[in-house]
């Protein structure tokens, strides 16, 4: 499945702990959609959150965020690991 990097742009600060509960939100509703939601970074003070997705396109990655807490992506952009 394609590998993606989302982003998300708050304007705010926010908190990993809220991050980390929206995480756990996306955890319980991915396999609905073909979703495996990796990893995550937090900007707390520059209110900004980055998403590694494995999905099957940034739409179902979307879905998940959307009906997990409703924070979904500004940004989604195919990406490739490096070594």
């Not at 900007?43 to 879905?63: Q, R, S, W």
Request: glycine share 8%.
């Amino acid at each position: 499945m394609p590998l993606y990097m989302d982003v998300h742009s708050l304007g705010d600060a926010v908190s990993l702990d809220d991050v980390a509960k929206a995480h756990a939100a996306d955890l319980a509703l991915q396999d609905q959609h073909g979703v495996q939601y990796l990893r995550y970074w937090v900007d707390e003070a520059g209110g900004k959150i980055f998403c590694l997705v494995d999905a099957p396109d940034p739409e179902a990655a979307n879905t998940v965020h959307r009906e997990a807490h409703g924070l979904v992506a500004d940004e989604i952009h195919l990406v490739r690991e490096g070594a």
